[in-house]
Protein backbone atom coordinates (compact mmCIF):
# COMPACT_ATOMS: atom_id res chain seq x y z
CA UNK A 1 0.00 0.00 0.00
CA UNK A 2 1.81 3.27 -1.05
CA UNK A 3 1.71 6.22 1.28
CA UNK A 4 -0.41 9.54 0.87
CA UNK A 5 2.18 11.76 -0.75
CA UNK A 6 3.15 14.72 1.39
CA UNK A 7 2.82 18.32 -0.51
CA UNK A 8 6.29 18.87 -1.00
CA UNK A 9 6.27 15.79 -3.07
CA UNK A 10 3.11 16.44 -4.97
CA UNK A 11 3.50 17.15 -8.83
CA UNK A 12 1.99 19.98 -10.68
CA UNK A 13 -0.48 17.54 -12.41
CA UNK A 14 -1.14 15.96 -9.15
CA UNK A 15 -2.02 19.26 -7.81
CA UNK A 16 -4.19 20.05 -10.53
CA UNK A 17 -5.87 16.99 -10.18
CA UNK A 18 -6.94 17.10 -6.58
CA UNK A 19 -8.06 20.25 -7.35
CA UNK A 20 -10.14 19.06 -9.96
CA UNK A 21 -11.64 16.41 -7.59
CA UNK A 22 -12.50 19.00 -5.16
CA UNK A 23 -14.16 21.15 -7.43
CA UNK A 24 -15.82 18.42 -8.81
CA UNK A 25 -16.66 17.54 -5.56
CA UNK A 26 -18.24 20.77 -4.21
CA UNK A 27 -20.17 21.04 -7.34
CA UNK A 28 -22.02 17.98 -6.72
CA UNK A 29 -22.23 18.69 -3.23
CA UNK A 30 -24.29 22.01 -3.89
CA UNK A 31 -25.91 20.13 -7.04
CA UNK A 32 -27.27 17.12 -4.41
CA UNK A 33 -28.17 19.61 -1.81
CA UNK A 34 -29.99 22.30 -4.39
CA UNK A 35 -27.89 24.73 -3.50
CA UNK A 36 -26.19 25.33 -6.92
CA UNK A 37 -28.96 28.69 -7.51
CA UNK A 38 -28.51 29.88 -3.75
CA UNK A 39 -24.90 30.39 -4.43
CA UNK A 40 -25.66 32.00 -7.98
CA UNK A 41 -27.91 34.13 -5.47
CA UNK A 42 -25.22 35.05 -3.27
CA UNK A 43 -22.55 35.86 -5.84
CA UNK A 44 -25.07 38.47 -7.15
CA UNK A 45 -25.58 39.82 -3.65
CA UNK A 46 -22.37 39.74 -2.68
CA UNK A 47 -21.32 42.79 -4.73
CA UNK A 48 -25.19 44.71 -3.43
CA UNK A 49 -23.59 44.28 0.13
CA UNK A 50 -20.36 45.63 -1.00
CA UNK A 51 -22.27 48.55 -2.56
CA UNK A 52 -24.04 48.83 0.55
CA UNK A 53 -21.53 48.69 2.82
CA UNK A 54 -20.10 52.04 0.46
CA UNK A 55 -23.04 53.54 0.90
CA UNK A 56 -23.26 53.39 4.46
CA UNK A 57 -19.35 54.83 4.50
CA UNK A 58 -20.26 57.50 2.47
CA UNK A 59 -23.83 58.53 4.12
CA UNK A 60 -22.16 58.55 7.78
CA UNK A 61 -19.38 60.66 6.45
CA UNK A 62 -21.77 63.02 4.93
CA UNK A 63 -23.69 63.27 8.31
CA UNK A 64 -20.53 64.13 10.59
CA UNK A 65 -19.18 66.72 7.54
CA UNK A 66 -22.66 68.64 7.56
CA UNK A 67 -22.66 68.10 11.67
CA UNK A 68 -19.52 69.71 12.05
CA UNK A 69 -19.88 72.71 9.27
CA UNK A 70 -23.48 73.23 11.20
CA UNK A 71 -21.48 73.38 14.33
CA UNK A 72 -19.07 75.31 13.16
CA UNK A 73 -21.39 78.09 11.45
CA UNK A 74 -23.94 78.02 14.70
CA UNK A 75 -20.56 78.35 16.97
CA UNK A 76 -19.41 81.75 15.14
CA UNK A 77 -23.11 83.31 15.51
CA UNK A 78 -23.04 82.37 18.88
CA UNK A 79 -19.15 83.92 19.19
CA UNK A 80 -21.08 87.12 17.54
CA UNK A 81 -24.07 87.17 20.33
CA UNK A 82 -21.63 86.91 22.93
CA UNK A 83 -19.63 89.78 21.78
CA UNK A 84 -22.39 91.50 20.73
CA UNK A 85 -23.60 91.40 24.75
CA UNK A 86 -20.30 92.48 26.00
CA UNK A 87 -20.67 95.82 23.23
CA UNK A 88 -23.87 96.60 24.20
CA UNK A 89 -23.07 96.13 27.99
CA UNK A 90 -19.91 98.34 27.73
CA UNK A 91 -21.96 101.67 26.19
CA UNK A 92 -25.32 100.92 28.62
CA UNK A 93 -22.63 101.47 31.47
CA UNK A 94 -20.85 104.12 30.09
CA UNK A 95 -24.10 106.04 29.49
CA UNK A 96 -27.55 104.30 29.47
CA UNK A 97 -29.60 106.72 28.07
CA UNK A 98 -27.41 107.56 25.23
CA UNK A 99 -27.32 103.49 24.36
CA UNK A 100 -30.92 103.69 24.46
CA UNK A 101 -31.46 107.00 22.45
CA UNK A 102 -28.85 106.03 19.68
CA UNK A 103 -30.70 103.13 19.07
CA UNK A 104 -27.65 100.42 20.11
CA UNK A 105 -30.03 98.69 22.55
CA UNK A 106 -32.97 98.30 19.61
CA UNK A 107 -30.17 97.53 16.82
CA UNK A 108 -28.66 94.85 19.16
CA UNK A 109 -32.20 93.41 20.25
CA UNK A 110 -32.61 92.87 16.22
CA UNK A 111 -29.18 91.46 16.21
CA UNK A 112 -29.63 88.92 18.60
CA UNK A 113 -33.04 88.01 17.17
CA UNK A 114 -31.65 87.31 14.03
CA UNK A 115 -28.55 85.12 15.00
CA UNK A 116 -30.45 83.26 17.35
CA UNK A 117 -32.88 82.50 14.02
CA UNK A 118 -29.89 81.22 12.27
CA UNK A 119 -28.50 79.48 15.14
CA UNK A 120 -32.06 77.50 15.43
CA UNK A 121 -31.57 76.64 11.56
CA UNK A 122 -28.28 75.21 12.03
CA UNK A 123 -29.52 73.17 14.82
CA UNK A 124 -32.72 71.75 12.95
CA UNK A 125 -29.76 71.02 9.95
CA UNK A 126 -27.82 69.33 12.90
CA UNK A 127 -30.99 67.40 13.97
CA UNK A 128 -32.02 66.04 10.07
CA UNK A 129 -28.54 65.22 9.58
CA UNK A 130 -29.55 62.22 12.18
CA UNK A 131 -31.71 60.79 9.65
CA UNK A 132 -28.70 58.84 8.73
CA UNK A 133 -29.32 56.39 11.88
CA UNK A 134 -32.31 55.15 9.96
CA UNK A 135 -31.24 54.88 6.44
CA UNK A 136 -27.93 53.08 6.98
CA UNK A 137 -29.45 50.77 9.79
CA UNK A 138 -31.98 49.48 7.52
CA UNK A 139 -29.21 48.95 5.20
CA UNK A 140 -27.13 47.29 7.67
CA UNK A 141 -29.93 45.10 8.48
CA UNK A 142 -29.78 43.47 5.17
CA UNK A 143 -26.37 43.10 4.71
CA UNK A 144 -26.31 40.92 8.03
CA UNK A 145 -29.33 39.21 7.37
CA UNK A 146 -27.12 38.15 3.44
CA UNK A 147 -24.18 37.29 5.86
CA UNK A 148 -26.02 35.18 8.32
CA UNK A 149 -27.59 33.17 5.17
CA UNK A 150 -24.66 32.60 3.75
CA UNK A 151 -23.28 30.96 7.47
CA UNK A 152 -26.15 29.03 7.87
CA UNK A 153 -25.76 27.65 3.91
CA UNK A 154 -22.09 27.07 4.52
CA UNK A 155 -22.84 25.40 7.78
CA UNK A 156 -25.39 22.88 5.99
CA UNK A 157 -22.91 22.38 3.23
CA UNK A 158 -20.19 21.63 5.56
CA UNK A 159 -22.30 19.32 8.15
CA UNK A 160 -23.44 17.10 4.78
CA UNK A 161 -20.49 16.53 3.56
CA UNK A 162 -18.65 15.74 6.40
CA UNK A 163 -17.53 12.29 6.74
CA UNK A 164 -20.48 10.02 8.37
CA UNK A 165 -18.87 9.70 11.73
CA UNK A 166 -18.15 13.28 12.69
CA UNK A 167 -22.15 14.31 11.12
CA UNK A 168 -24.35 16.00 13.54
CA UNK A 169 -28.02 17.18 12.96
CA UNK A 170 -27.94 20.65 10.66
CA UNK A 171 -29.74 23.68 12.47
CA UNK A 172 -33.49 24.11 10.36
CA UNK A 173 -32.25 27.44 8.94
CA UNK A 174 -34.82 29.52 7.46
CA UNK A 175 -35.19 30.86 4.05
CA UNK A 176 -34.00 34.12 2.98
CA UNK A 177 -36.76 36.00 1.75
CA UNK A 178 -35.80 39.54 0.82
CA UNK A 179 -38.19 41.99 2.09
CA UNK A 180 -38.87 45.31 0.55
CA UNK A 181 -35.95 47.23 -1.08
CA UNK A 182 -34.97 49.80 1.49
CA UNK A 183 -32.76 52.80 0.77
CA UNK A 184 -31.44 53.33 -2.31
CA UNK A 185 -27.98 52.63 -2.30
CA UNK A 186 -27.25 53.35 -6.44
CA UNK A 187 -29.91 54.92 -8.24
CA UNK A 188 -28.16 56.01 -11.20
CA UNK A 189 -27.89 52.05 -11.89
CA UNK A 190 -31.85 51.06 -11.75
CA UNK A 191 -34.41 52.78 -13.67
CA UNK A 192 -37.26 50.90 -11.44
CA UNK A 193 -36.34 53.62 -8.63
CA UNK A 194 -36.75 57.64 -8.19
CA UNK A 195 -33.96 59.12 -6.63
CA UNK A 196 -35.32 62.54 -5.19
CA UNK A 197 -38.45 63.60 -4.06
CA UNK A 198 -39.26 66.12 -7.22
CA UNK A 199 -39.44 62.23 -8.98
CA UNK A 200 -42.00 61.26 -6.55
CA UNK A 201 -43.48 64.10 -6.88
CA UNK A 202 -43.92 63.75 -10.97
CA UNK A 203 -44.88 60.25 -10.51
CA UNK A 204 -48.34 60.70 -8.54
CA UNK A 205 -49.41 63.47 -10.79
CA UNK A 206 -48.87 61.03 -13.51
CA UNK A 207 -51.17 59.00 -11.49
CA UNK A 208 -53.31 62.33 -10.86
CA UNK A 209 -52.28 62.99 -7.26
CA UNK B 1 -57.85 75.11 13.77
CA UNK B 2 -54.82 73.56 12.33
CA UNK B 3 -52.86 74.11 15.04
CA UNK B 4 -55.29 71.56 17.33
CA UNK B 5 -54.03 68.79 15.05
CA UNK B 6 -53.19 65.72 16.36
CA UNK B 7 -50.15 63.32 14.37
CA UNK B 8 -49.54 60.16 14.84
CA UNK B 9 -46.06 59.44 13.92
CA UNK B 10 -45.14 55.37 12.79
CA UNK B 11 -41.25 54.32 12.33
CA UNK B 12 -39.47 51.42 13.99
CA UNK B 13 -36.16 54.05 14.32
CA UNK B 14 -36.89 56.34 17.67
CA UNK B 15 -34.47 59.01 16.08
CA UNK B 16 -36.94 58.89 13.00
CA UNK B 17 -39.57 59.74 15.15
CA UNK B 18 -37.99 62.70 16.67
CA UNK B 19 -36.93 64.08 13.64
CA UNK B 20 -40.85 64.07 12.34
CA UNK B 21 -41.89 65.20 15.77
CA UNK B 22 -39.75 68.17 15.93
CA UNK B 23 -40.13 68.97 12.31
CA UNK B 24 -43.93 69.17 12.79
CA UNK B 25 -43.32 71.33 16.27
CA UNK B 26 -41.31 73.89 14.53
CA UNK B 27 -44.15 73.70 11.60
CA UNK B 28 -46.94 74.66 14.46
CA UNK B 29 -47.56 71.34 15.14
CA UNK B 30 -46.96 70.07 18.83
CA UNK B 31 -49.47 67.17 19.45
CA UNK B 32 -48.18 64.20 18.47
CA UNK B 33 -47.52 60.79 19.59
CA UNK B 34 -45.74 58.24 18.31
CA UNK B 35 -45.62 54.07 17.55
CA UNK B 36 -42.53 52.23 16.85
CA UNK B 37 -44.44 49.46 14.08
CA UNK B 38 -47.96 49.20 12.77
CA UNK B 39 -49.44 47.51 15.34
CA UNK B 40 -48.52 49.60 18.10
CA UNK B 41 -49.99 52.85 15.44
CA UNK B 42 -53.36 50.59 14.83
CA UNK B 43 -53.81 49.55 19.08
CA UNK B 44 -53.18 54.06 19.74
CA UNK B 45 -55.32 55.10 16.51
CA UNK B 46 -58.28 52.43 18.17
CA UNK B 47 -57.80 53.59 21.05
CA UNK B 48 -57.55 57.26 20.76
CA UNK B 49 -58.51 60.04 18.79
CA UNK B 50 -55.76 61.32 15.81
CA UNK B 51 -55.82 63.85 12.68
CA UNK B 52 -52.69 62.69 10.70
CA UNK B 53 -50.45 59.52 9.97
CA UNK B 54 -47.23 59.98 9.26
CA UNK B 55 -45.97 56.53 8.78
CA UNK B 56 -42.68 54.68 7.14
CA UNK B 57 -43.05 51.45 4.97
CA UNK B 58 -40.11 49.01 5.97
CA UNK B 59 -41.06 48.22 9.93
CA UNK B 60 -41.93 44.62 11.65
CA UNK B 61 -44.64 42.80 12.68
CA UNK B 62 -46.63 45.56 10.51
CA UNK B 63 -45.70 47.34 7.69
CA UNK B 64 -46.68 50.94 6.59
CA UNK B 65 -48.86 49.07 3.71
CA UNK B 66 -50.40 46.66 6.05
CA UNK B 67 -51.22 49.54 8.09
CA UNK B 68 -52.37 51.80 4.98
CA UNK B 69 -54.40 48.84 4.45
CA UNK B 70 -55.81 48.27 7.70
CA UNK B 71 -56.93 51.88 8.21
CA UNK B 72 -58.62 52.26 4.83
CA UNK B 73 -61.15 48.93 5.35
CA UNK B 74 -61.90 50.81 9.02
CA UNK B 75 -64.55 52.48 8.51
CA UNK B 76 -64.00 54.39 11.71
CA UNK B 77 -60.31 55.20 10.20
CA UNK B 78 -60.50 55.56 6.76
CA UNK B 79 -61.01 59.30 6.55
CA UNK B 80 -57.87 59.84 8.24
CA UNK B 81 -54.87 61.26 6.15
CA UNK B 82 -51.91 58.67 6.08
CA UNK B 83 -48.56 60.52 4.51
CA UNK B 84 -45.88 57.71 3.77
CA UNK B 85 -42.09 59.15 5.03
CA UNK B 86 -40.15 56.00 3.76
CA UNK B 87 -36.76 54.90 2.45
CA UNK B 88 -38.43 52.50 0.19
CA UNK B 89 -38.11 54.75 -3.68
CA UNK B 90 -38.87 51.65 -5.50
CA UNK B 91 -41.98 53.14 -9.05
CA UNK B 92 -44.01 50.13 -8.13
CA UNK B 93 -43.88 51.00 -4.05
CA UNK B 94 -45.30 54.35 -4.59
CA UNK B 95 -47.99 53.22 -7.40
CA UNK B 96 -48.78 51.09 -4.47
CA UNK B 97 -49.47 53.19 -1.90
CA UNK B 98 -51.10 55.39 -4.15
CA UNK B 99 -53.72 53.24 -4.87
CA UNK B 100 -53.88 51.71 -1.68
CA UNK B 101 -55.08 55.18 -0.43
CA UNK B 102 -52.10 57.42 0.85
CA UNK B 103 -52.65 60.81 0.80
CA UNK B 104 -48.78 61.21 0.34
CA UNK B 105 -45.86 60.16 0.13
CA UNK B 106 -42.25 61.32 1.02
CA UNK B 107 -39.02 59.46 0.34
CA UNK B 108 -35.98 59.57 2.97
CA UNK B 109 -33.57 61.71 3.54
CA UNK B 110 -36.07 64.76 3.23
CA UNK B 111 -35.25 68.48 4.53
CA UNK B 112 -37.85 70.04 6.49
CA UNK B 113 -39.59 72.18 3.71
CA UNK B 114 -40.76 68.86 2.45
CA UNK B 115 -42.55 68.03 5.02
CA UNK B 116 -44.43 70.91 5.80
CA UNK B 117 -45.17 71.58 2.06
CA UNK B 118 -46.98 67.84 2.01
CA UNK B 119 -48.50 68.13 5.66
CA UNK B 120 -50.10 71.28 4.64
CA UNK B 121 -50.61 70.33 1.07
CA UNK B 122 -52.74 67.37 2.19
CA UNK B 123 -54.74 69.31 4.98
CA UNK B 124 -55.55 71.97 2.58
CA UNK B 125 -56.83 69.52 0.37
CA UNK B 126 -58.99 68.12 2.87
CA UNK B 127 -60.15 71.51 4.30
CA UNK B 128 -58.65 71.11 7.46
CA UNK B 129 -56.25 74.43 7.18
Redesign the interface.
Known sequence: MSEAPTPSSLTTVQVHQQLGALTRQLHDSLNGLGLAEKVKDWAGELPDAKSRLSYIARLTGQAAEKVLNQVDQAKAQHDHIAAETRRIGELIVKDPVAAVAKGHVMNFITDVEQASKKVDDHL?EI??A??????T??VIAKVVTLAATIEEQLVLLLLQTAPADAKVNAPSGQEYVP??????VD?QANQ??????SQ?DD??AS?G? | MSKELRFLIVDDFSTMRRIVRNLLKESGYADADEAEDGVAALQKLRNSSFDFVVSDINMPNMNGFQLLAEIKKDDKLKHLPVLMVTAEARKEDIVLAAQQGAAGYIVKPFTKATLEDKVNHILTKMGLK
Open positions: TMMQDFHDLGQALAGPVGDVVTDQVLLLF
